[in-house]
């Protein structure tokens, strides 16, 4: 697949079929989140891969944003104590760290035929005590994964969000 393909066709996906996701796919979907742009080069996250179903189903008990059945959870996590070394911009930093690496995963995960979501909506203290999550590391984004029975239609993407040199100049040829 083209580059363009990719990043335009890559859906959010939230109904999955019972399929598991082999050891090598999930190695390279992991793979792309740790080739991620990092701020200062801290690399402040952690990423737990959860591909056990009955962990999985405990999950989803703490998160109502957590839809279908995914072979594959990653949680996406700051670890506070790296975060430091970037000062103030540290936390702020280590966040747009774990969503571009999540935006990598994602699209790798689209490139093999996998299906992902990413979830906001969950218990962090239930989550970390059942992952058995350190003090000193936050879990911000679980992303969920997949082969989906069918790839959601793209919705249309507002173009007037785009200006030329200031505000209100819509960028056109």
Not at 54 to 75: D, H, Q, R, T, Y
Not at 101 to 117: D, E, V
Request: hydrophobic fraction near 45%; aromatic fraction near 10%.
């Amino acid at each position: 697949m083209e580059l363009e393909e990719i990043i335009k066709g890559r859906r959010a996906v939230r109904k999955y079929e019972e399929k598991e996701i082999p050891f090598e796919h999930a190695k390279k979907i992991l793979e792309a989140g740790i080739w991620a742009p990092s701020g200062s080069n801290l690399q402040s996250w952690e990423f737990v891969v959860v591909r056990d179903k009955e962990m999985i189903e405990k999950i989803k008990m703490a998160s109502p944003g957590l839809f279908g059945n995914p072979a594959m959870l990653v949680i996406g996590c700051i670890n506070k104590e790296r975060a430091k070394r970037g000062g103030k911009i540290g936390y702020p930093m280590a966040m747009m760290d774990v969503a571009m690496a999540f935006q990598n995963m994602m699209l790798m995960a689209y490139s093999l035929g996998i299906g992902s979501c990413p979830v906001l909506s969950f218990n962090k203290v239930i989550l970390k005590e059942l992952l058995e999550i350190p003090e000193e590391v936050d879990p911000i984004l679980i992303v969920t994964f997949g082969y989906p029975p069918f790839w959601p239609k793209p919705p249309r993407r507002r173009k007037e969000v785009i200006h030329l040199e200031k505000f209100g100049r819509a960028f056109e040829e």
